[in-house]
Each structure stands twice: as structure tokens, then as C-alpha cells.
């Protein structure tokens, strides 16, 4: 059959080829000394396509979850986020920036006259497996500002390796278990929320069940479930999307984000008619998911019954096993942590000698000098109980709903992640880093 242009322009255009081998050669050579800006510079001589190849490649090979590409007066910074932050990789000049620009809008379908506005694309790299890359061009003053956001589908994990404490695995796992309520996970861009309502989905899938998902955009398809996302140009919003959404007789609801008034009030009438929603927010704690919900236009009377479990989560990173150092706590973080720990419930609170060593970061080749190697999460999650939605009936501030749900056992953020430090996993440092306020 032959190939219509239309066709064929898409087949090149919108795919990046980069073998297993080709990725196994561009990790030798980073790990022989080479930087990125080498083996950019070296496939410049081959010409722009590849250059994006290598870019996705080396991208690949450190794990980032972001490509930045920068346009400055004098030249253009490539950065990666690994582990959640930002690293400088290369410099590339005018000439290049601008042959990876067009390139890259070639690819993710945005339109190459269009400078002076903000768009969005995608398109495929073809790997060990197909992964999507999401485009957002911004128009900014030395030219427009690309971010590539690697959508690799080993991201996608199951319950047990999202590294949960052992009680909440199992309060994760009742929870999710029930046919109808609303679990809602909290947390600021970038702190895992979808992997964890995606690692709900991926327990919850069942040929049994029928699981409908709103989202903006789909970022991980998943096998099975019926995935939908938002088109604005075209109408389709959170809110009538999920009246749609409701209408098709689906067991369990993930909605992508609730973001208004209207969308809130439909997803608590959908947990409350026999449905199960799965739902993010935006708040600082497990805590704020109550008054947020309350500031949307939500009423308490209907929160109360509607809301299983509010989870809040963050992201820290691991320290780098390879060269992590173990040294005696200073007096002070000792005095620190039982003072965190003091409260914990019995079965929770771990032994806490008069000297305990801990991680500290060092820095080697294997974590690029970071310390650091790879993300874990911190949890803290508020179970819903009669006496809970007694209190949420009066309105109550965050303060008087995290008071009540300590004193019911639950673990806070901070709390947790001190525990990963006393197991080795991360830092004092690190801890102090995502959790102060």
C-alpha cells in the first residue's frame, strides 16, 4: 500500500529512533569522561536531527525527567531535571539552538511560523519501548524557551514499588478496595501524584471492572482502562467531561486534577451514587485537602461523606549507594529527631539509642557527583472515620483537622521521611530541604 504524503511527513516527523545500542554507546562514552556537550558537538557534523537524537538519547541514559532548552543573548542552556533538580548539561550557539528549535517544533507538530505564542505538541521516541516526549514552547527574550517532558513508561509503578511503609501499603490497599468514595492525593507539581493514582489503577484493573480517566494531558497509557483528555478548544472540560464520563456506567473515576467548583461538586456526587474517584489536588498537607475543597464552593456536608482518604506526598532523593558515607548524628539532630519521633504511635516508633549513624551525601561518577541516586516518597495520609467527618461537618480549620488526625495515629511528612533517614535511604538534609515551611 503506498504511503500518502501526509502519511509519510507524519512517519518521520513524528518519531525518534534511539536503539538499545545507541543508548548503551552514548552511556559508555558519558561514563569514560565525555560530557554532554561532547557528544553534542560530535553529532553536530551529522546534522540537527541527530543532534536531537543524541539529546533524547543522553536524557535517557541520566534518567531526566525534563530536557531545558534556553535561549540566553550569547548562546542557549541545555539543562536536565534528574531526580527533580535542575542540571547544567551543555551550551549550544545561536546557529544550533535555532536548528534544534525547528526541529523539535517539526517533530511535536507545532507550527514553525508561530513564535510570539506559547504551544504545546508531542511526539514518540522509539526506545526499549515507546515513550512519549510532551513539548511546551514559551516565547521569551532571546528566542523561545523549549521544555521536553519524558514520559518514560518505566515510570509507571506498582503499589509495592512506590516504597511505602508497611501500614500504609495496607491502608492504600483497603482503601482502593472499596467500591465508591473519593481518595484524593495533595502535593505541589512534580511530587508524584499521578504515579501514585496511577499505581491505584494499575492494583484496581480487573476485566471485571470498568475505569474511565479524564486527564490533561494522558501522560502513560494504560492497558485496559479508557483513558480521555481535556480538549478546551473543543469543550471538553474536567467538569463535563466527568458528567460525561458518569453516564457510562464506570466503576472507578480518575480524575486528573480538581481544579473549580463545578468539577469538585460533580466527583463528591459521583463517590456518593456508587462510584470510586481517584482525584489530585493542590495543597501543602493531607490536612488542606478539606478547606480546599471548602474554598472551591464544596459543601462540608457533602465532603463529609464523600472522602475516604487524603493523601499528601513529596519526592526526596535517595542517597547514592555507591558512595554514601555513614556518620554518628551530632547532638543536636538527635535531640531533633526524638522530639519528631516523640509521638509516633507505639507500633511505629523506632529504637533511638544515644548514637546513631546516618547517611550523609558524598558525590561519586555514579550519581554524577550529586550524592544522590534515584526518588522515594514521603506520605502522609488522613483515613476518614465518623469522628473525622463529624469534625469536617463544622468547617475546620487545617490546623484542628491535623491535630485530630496525629492524635489518631497518622504520620506526617516530616515524620516519615525522618524514619527514611534512620533506615539509610536519604538525608537530614535532604528531609529539611522538601519539608521545611
Known amino acids: 500500500m503506498k504511503i500518502g504524503a501526509g502519511e509519510e511527513r507524519q512517519r518521520l516527523t513524528g518519531e525518534v529512533r534511539v536503539e538499545p545500542a545507541f543508548l548503551a ?82 517533530l511535536s507538530a507545532l507550527k514553525l511560523n508561530i513564535t510570539d505564542r506559547a504551544q504545546d505538541g508531542r511526539f514518540t521516541v522509539a526506545a526499549e519501548q515507546l515513550m512519549e516526549i510532551r513539548v511546551s514552547s514559551l516565547p521569551s527574550e532571546y528566542g523561545e524557551s523549549l521544555v521536553l517532558r519524558v514520559l518514560n513508561p518505566k515510570n509507571i509503578l506498582s503499589l509495592e514499588e512506590l516504597g ?9 490497599r483497603k482503601e482502593i478496595a472499596k467500591p465508591n468514595g473519593m481518595i484524593i492525593v495533595t502535593g505541589p507539581t512534580g511530587a508524584g501524584k499521578t504515579t501514585t493514582l ?38 471538553y472540560m474536567f467538569a463535563s467531561g466527568l458528567r460525561a464520563i458518569v453516564r457510562q456506567d464506570p466503576d472507578a473515576i480518575l480524575v486528573g486534577e480538581i481544579r473549580d467548583a463545578e468539577t469538585a461538586d460533580i466527583a463528591l456526587q459521583a463517590s456518593l451514587t456508587g462510584h470510586l474517584v481517584l482525584t489530585t489536588l493542590h495543597t501543602n498537607d493531607a ?51 526524638r522530639q519528631e519521633l516523640e509521638h509516633l504511635p507505639a507500633g511505629m516508633k523506632p529504637k533511638i539509642g ?39 461537618l463544622t468547617s475546620p480549620s ?17 515524620q516519615d521521611g525522618i524514619l527514611l533517614v534512620l533506615q539509610g535511604v536519604t538525608t537530614m538534609e535532604e528531609i529539611e530541604r522538601v519539608t521545611a515551611e
Open 398 to 414: 487545617i490546623a484542628q483537622l491535623k491535630k485530630r488526625a496525629i492524635e489518631k495515629g497518622m504520620i506526617t511528612l516530616r
Open 354 to 392: 544515644s548514637t546513631i549513624k546516618i547517611a550523609r551525601a558524598k558525590g561519586c561518577k555514579e550519581c554524577g557527583k550529586s550524592g544522590y541516586l534515584g526518588r522515594v516518597g514521603l506520605f502522609e495520609a488522613i483515613v476518614m472515620d465518623d469522628e473525622l467527618r463529624e469534625l469536617v
Open 25 to 106: 554507546e552514548l552511556e559508555e562514552k558519558l561514563k569514560g569522561g565525555e560530557s554532554v556537550l561532547d557528544v553534542l558537538n560530535e553529532a553536530f557534523g551529522k546534522g540537527t536531527s541527530e543532534v536531537v537524537r543524541v539529546l533524547l538519547g543522553t536524557a535517557l541514559t541520566q534518567q531526566a525527567s525534563d530536557i531545558h532548552i534556553e535561549p540566553g543573548k550569547e548562546h542557549a542552556q541545555v539543562r536536565f531535571r534528574m531526580d527533580g533538580l535542575l542540571h547544567d548539561m551543555a551550551v549550544v550557539s545561536p546557529a544550533q539552538y535555532q536548528g534544534i528549535l525547528s526541529r523539535i517544533k517539526l
Open 164 to 172: 511505602l511503609r508497611k501500614d500504609l501499603l495496607e491502608i492504600f
Open 198 to 235: 496511577y499505581a491505584f489503577l494499575r492494583e484496581i484493573n480487573d476485566p471485571e471492572i470498568k475505569i474511565i480517566t479524564i486527564e490533561d494531558p494522558i501522560e502513560y497509557h494504560l492497558e485496559g482502562i479508557s483513558q480521555t483528555q481535556v480538549h478546551p478548544e473543543k469543550g
Open 287 to 337: 490536612a488542606g485537602t478539606i478547606t480546599r475543597l471548602i474554598s472551591l464552593g464544596a459543601k462540608p456536608v457533602n465532603i463529609a461523606p464523600a472522602l475516604n482518604l487524603a493523601v499528601a506526598q513529596r519526592l526526596v532523593r535517595r542517597v547514592c549507594k555507591g558512595c554514601a558515607s555513614f556518620k554518628e548524628m551530632t547532638k543536636e539532630e538527635l535531640a531533633q529527631v
